[in-house]
């Protein structure tokens, strides 16, 4: 085992380490305030290559993996950005560019990701509805073909950065699910210029990580050609997956780093902060869960470069990415990318919740104030245990698919 940070990636941590310092803490609690877009620090990442770090060399990117991209979002999260170091790559990069580079044509190469790598256009992904929640099998948004032409129409839920968007990735069945042959099978995924007319969309008030608008989508009557299909029709599920494991492993990493950040602002402020006699850093009662947190969560962390890891390394597409059958059974063989991407993601989010936590009790009752970060931290991690994908959900999936137990859903 080589537990060792190459040379190239601990170049890309200080370049992430000294872009956070520039966006400090209170930069951010005033974009959440004010429900701002953090144009500059958008700006900062595509200048120093961030956007493109997965994305060929021929199109402008770095040509990297997904291991060099966490390590990126770690780094951003823990010097200063909290859960926006991972959220704003999570939109462009992980959602929209990296499946384009694995599974796009080389016209649908050319025409986006010269742009996704420099920031010039942003993207976001279109898959969670109302009805459906959690259960993706039962996405109802259908796409039906009329001549030349794809007819598709449905309602998207919780669809973060569309207002921003120049492209989204939309996920679609082509074939009903009472249709299918089988569950997974009918998904398809098209590629959606825009600003679209078919496309309207309306912001949620929600209770954190508004330096982002997350919205609901209608889609009415949006024509799509054939040449705005991403990878092979009614196989989009299987796409799909390349793109899900790496969200788990993102914001994964993410939650690493933004626990670290508050912990790390925990015992500073610990050191100074005087009740008695003594500061009260020196309280066991602060410092055993404070430490134990910290343990914790190097231990997710790496589980979290591992499952990254066995994603660069395992998870091959096939030269052929309009061959449905092939990109099914290629699947099975990087099965253990899902395993650690789930394992990672209920690990390090567990942990995160508990590192902020004891944080936020730090500070006491100023911990609860809007001056002092950790509230934000705490509004921000507990998404995490919502999204992706619920804790729960990703031990279901470590039980049955795992430990091999019997399946306690249909």
């Given at each position: ?27 951010w609690r005033k974009h959440d305030k004010e429900h701002k877009f953090a ?108 001549g030349d032409e794809y007819v598709i129409n449905g309602n998207k839920i ?253």
């Amino acid at each position: 085992m080589d537990f060792s940070i190459t040379a190239e990636m601990e170049l890309l941590g200080k370049v992430a380490k000294k872009l956070a310092e520039n966006f400090p803490p209170e930069y951010w609690r005033k974009h959440d305030k004010e429900h701002k877009f953090a144009q500059e620090f958008w700006d900062a990442l595509s200048e120093s290559g961030f956007t493109g770090v997965v994305i060929p060399e021929e199109y402008g990117g770095s040509g990297m993996g997904l291991t060099e991209l966490v390590h990126i979002i770690y780094n951003l999260c823990k010097h200063g950005a909290g859960l926006a170091g991972v959220w704003y790559l999570m939109l462009s990069e992980i959602f929209v560019s990296l499946p384009i580079a694995r599974y796009g044509t080389p016209e649908q190469k050319e025409k986006y990701l010269p742009k996704l790598a420099v920031g010039e256009f942003e993207g976001c992904m279109a898959l969670t509805e109302p009805e459906a929640g959690t259960n993706t099998m039962r996405i109802r948004t259908l796409a039906v073909k009329e001549g030349d032409e794809y007819v598709i129409n449905g309602n998207k839920i919780f669809i973060s950065g569309i207002d921003r968007a120049d492209v989204m990735v939309l996920v679609t069945r082509t074939t009903p699910l009472e249709e299918a042959k089988k569950r997974t099978y009918g998904f398809t995924l098209f590629l959606v210029d825009l600003p679209n007319s078919s496309v309207s969309f309306t912001p949620i008030e929600k209770h954190g990580i508004n330096y982002s608008n997350t919205c609901e989508v209608l889609i009415k009557d949006l024509r799509l050609g054939e040449e705005n299909i991403l990878g092979p029709k009614d196989y989009g599920w299987y796409v799909l997956l390349d793109i899900l494991n790496p969200e788990r492993i993102g914001f994964a990493m993410g939650a690493i780093g933004t626990a670290e950040l508050a912990i790390n602002k925990a015992v500073e402020y610990s050191k100074g902060r005087r009740v008695f006699q003594d500061p009260i850093g020196s309280y066991q009662a602060l410092q055993h869960p404070l430490a134990e947190a910290y343990a914790s969560l190097n231990g997710a962390k790496l589980l979290t470069y591992k499952a990254a890891w066995l994603y660069d390394t395992l998870h091959k597409p096939p030269e052929d990415v309009k061959d449905g059958e092939g990109i099914r059974k290629k699947s099975y063989e990087y099965k253990e990318v899902g395993d650690y991407a789930n394992m990672a993601k209920a690990v390090a989010v567990e942990n995160a919740i508990r590192a902020i936590y004891w944080a936020m009790q730090v500070y006491g009752g100023y911990g609860y104030t809007l001056d002092m970060d950790v509230e934000r931290w705490w509004r921000e991690i507990n998404l995490l245990r919502l999204a992706p994908i619920t804790q729960q959900m990703a031990l279901n999936y470590i039980a049955s698919n795992i430990l091999g137990m019997p399946k306690s859903y249909r």
